[in-house]
């Protein structure tokens, strides 16, 4: 049995999911609240942003079948738009990691690649909320340092990434799966995909939310996120200047207080 989180990550960087525009989440009043017990997670100065944007590219055809290529997000193409026949941005994915903390946000899927490309791109170093998609939320392997352990919603179920830092980028290396302690598969991301799971760092990057309808930004605030297990409708919070941002308990596929559950 696969985990989501896997799966996921597969589909993603396959654009198997490249159809769905569909926003996720809630707007709430500014002073709204989680309801039941709350945890949160501030993105502070001892975070780092890594972000890989997943393009259109060439066709090729090998046999009878067509592969599209993806290709990593390139500098010189920045928001405003991209130059006219050039790879168009179809999802973001962006990896904060500090050293005990892994946090993973994916975006909408674009199919009709217009979302990233248009005059309203903050760019990737200004993350969007409003393009928020999933969230996990994983934690440091004491043991080792360039793993970390994401738990599932009952905590029967790991998955753990070991990844290859060198300053300027994190290469997302193998996904190891357990049940209970028994473990049930891994993937070796460079066999299992056609494009090496690569994240860029970005240094001057900043949280907004983008109101495309009147056309106004907000910050966020303290860069905190707030979330649960408990309730039964929204579980993920985010709080800007003028309003809340909730994402229902689907999205959210691994918490960090969730323990590993004991088999009797």
Request: charged share 25%; proline share 4%; hydrophobic share 35%.
């Given at each position: ?60 055809v090998t046999g009878n079948h067509k592969q599209r290529e993806l290709s990593l997000f390139k500098k010189g193409v920045t928001k405003g738009g991209t130059p ?83 300053g300027v980028n994190v290469r997302l290396l193998l996904i190891e799966q357990k049940h209970f302690n028994q473990y049930e598969d891994s993937f070796i991301l ?38 649960n297990t408990g309730g039964k409708t929204y579980t993920l919070l985010l709080p800007f200047t003028d309003h809340c941002l909730t994402f229902p308990n689907d ?14």
């Amino acid at each position: 049995m696969k985990t989501q989180l896997s799966i996921y990550i597969i589909l993603i960087s396959t654009v198997l999911l490249a159809g769905w525009e569909k926003t996720v989440y809630s707007i709430k009043p500014a002073n709204y609240q989680l309801p039941g017990t709350t945890e949160k997670l501030k993105l502070d100065g001892s975070f780092e942003l890594y972000v890989r944007a997943v393009q259109t590219g060439n066709i090729t055809v090998t046999g009878n079948h067509k592969q599209r290529e993806l290709s990593l997000f390139k500098k010189g193409v920045t928001k405003g738009g991209t130059p006219v026949n050039a790879p168009k941005i179809i999802e973001i994915e962006y990896l904060f990691l500090s050293s005990n903390t892994a946090v993973y946000i994916s975006t909408v899927a674009d199919r009709y690649e217009t979302r990233y490309s248009s005059t309203k791109f903050m760019g990737i170093e200004t993350p969007n909320a409003a393009d928020f998609r999933v969230f996990l939320i994983g934690r440091a392997d004491k043991t080792d340092p360039d793993k970390y352990i994401f738990y599932d919603k009952k905590g029967k179920q790991t998955d753990t990434w070991t990844v290859q830092k060198n300053g300027v980028n994190v290469r997302l290396l193998l996904i190891e799966q357990k049940h209970f302690n028994q473990y049930e598969d891994s993937f070796i991301l460079s066999d299992a995909l056609y494009n090496e799971l690569i994240f860029t760092r970005q240094d001057n990057w900043e949280i907004k939310y983008l109101d495309t309808v009147h056309n106004t930004q907000e910050k966020m605030k303290e860069s905190v996120i707030y979330y649960n297990t408990g309730g039964k409708t929204y579980t993920l919070l985010l709080p800007f200047t003028d309003h809340c941002l909730t994402f229902p308990n689907d999205h959210i596929i691994y918490s960090p207080e969730r323990k590993a559950y004991v088999k009797p």
